[in-house]
């Protein structure tokens, strides 16, 4: 038990008589700094006007990120959130509706941008306790189209890791269910990725195994 605990040295770390521990913080990985080798690589790094495509680093890392996971492109964007966004509205118009869960980062911590940017709906379906979609209640949620009462279901969403269910991982055969769900019915699937690498190195899987 700890009994005393003095005043910090540092900012991450704490004195229990003359012992050091090392503070661990778990609220989430976001809070992570690059290491003094990772500054060191930003520092060096070629740059070069993006808009003309004439940055060597951005256009190394986008070709590489695509050639991970298995697609013919990727665009280097600021953050998850705007990725996910980009990802949605592509796929939507205004008035469009997504299939999402509802325990999902995109409709529980993105403050609501695809609605407010682009005009679209969100229809959630229950997350359960390891974060998957149940198939029938995805097929269930997609609107009929010849009612004209109903938005247009545009895109079926999922995550990997699902954060907000404890980062539990979905294994590629969980997603070809969803995406046999959504491609049965001409809809794209969305993944958000955003920590789909520690799903693959979880199940010692190739990321482009599980986004087949």
Do not use: W
């Amino acid at each position: 038990m700890l009994e005393s605990i003095g005043e910090s040295k540092s900012q991450n770390q704490f004195t229990l008589g003359e012992s050091y521990m090392t503070k661990v913080d778990l609220r989430s990985d976001t809070v992570t700094h690059p290491s003094p080798e990772m500054r060191e690589a930003i520092s060096q790094a070629e740059i070069g006007d993006d808009v003309f495509n004439d940055d060597p680093s951005v256009n190394k890392l986008e070709e590489m990120a695509a050639a991970k996971v298995g697609k013919e492109a990727s665009v280097f964007v600021a953050s998850g959130t705007m990725g996910n966004l980009i990802s949605v509205l592509s796929h939507c118009g205004r008035g469009d509706e997504i299939i999402l869960g509802d325990k999902s980062h995109i409709f529980r911590s993105e403050a609501g941008g695809a609605a407010a940017l682009g005009g679209v709906s969100y229809h959630t379906v229950k997350n359960d306790a390891r974060g998957m979609l149940d198939p029938s209640e995805v097929e269930e949620a997609i609107r009929d189209s010849a009612n004209n009462h109903n938005p247009h279901t545009a895109v079926i969403t999922i995550e990997n890791t699902q954060n907000n269910c404890g980062g539990r991982v979905l294994t590629p055969q969980d997603t070809k269910l969803i995406a046999d769900v959504a491609h049965n019915h001409e809809l794209p699937l969305h993944v958000d990725g955003a920590r789909i690498f520690n799903a693959a190195v979880k199940l010692e899987t190739p990321v482009d195994e599980m986004l087949k």
